[in-house]
């Protein structure tokens, strides 16, 4: 299957996207455009894909890890460091979310391009689906996201977080406010049928 590699572009970086993996598209390169991070950070990369936003944050962070449910994204996330000379500020774990970190790790920022589509119960049965597909109302993943990250994030750090309108984001903003995080919507980017891009970034 890796003849049908894909190659994508991100200023100065390429990224080559096997067909199991998500392809970056409209929110992966907004979420990059606004990453908001200072040097030397440790960075948490949560379903990293091919891994773009962890490569781009790795420019400044002194380690990434990148995380993902998919086998083949892990792989093709870690060829893509190697592709773009970052690999050694960078780790690749699979795993559930949260579930193959360290209880005692904690991070300063937290990468989270969630799947945010509501989907019927078979979409979520391929790995390509999996990166997409939300539930029925495009909440499973990121409701579960909201209760287990702070955990992992140092009391002085912050968290972005990708969803679209269509996981109603008014109902994410108050789910964080409900548990005490400060939320604010950084970026957004409207798309055809009356869906908006949102980027918010979560502190404790």
């Known amino acids: ?33 606004n990453l908001n991070m200072k040097n030397g950070e440790n960075v948490l990369d949560m379903g990293t894909g091919c891994g773009i936003l962890g490569i781009v944050a790795a420019d400044k962070a002194s ?5 993902d449910i998919n086998p083949y994204a892990v792989l093709c996330a870690k060829r893509n460091a190697k592709l773009n000379n970052v690999a050694e500020k960078m780790c690749f774990i699979q ?44 909440r499973t993943i990121i409701d579960r996201f909201i209760c287990e990250f702070p955990r992992y994030l140092k009391t002085s750090g912050h968290a972005l977080l990708m969803q679209s309108t269509l996981a ?29 891009l949102t980027l918010i970034q979560i502190r404790l």
Request: net charge negative; aromatic share 16%; proline share 6%.
């Open 63 to 67: 380690r990434v890890v990148a995380v």
């Open 1 to 33: 299957m890796r003849w049908q590699t894909k190659k994508v572009f991100f200023n100065n970086y390429v990224f080559h996207v096997w067909p199991e993996v998500y392809e970056p598209a409209e929110d992966s390169f907004l979420f990059a455009e």
């Open 95 to 138: 795993g559930d979310l949260f579930t193959p970190i360290k209880n005692d790790e904690r991070f300063d920022l937290i990468l989270f391009n969630a799947p945010y589509l509501p989907s019927e119960p078979c979409e979520c049965e391929t790995w390509l689906g999996r990166a997409w597909a939300g539930g029925a109302d495009g």
């Open 168 to 196: 109603d984001v008014d109902k994410t903003l108050e789910f964080l406010h409900e548990k005490g995080l400060k939320a604010t919507v950084i970026a957004e980017c409207n798309l055809p049928l009356f869906e908006t």
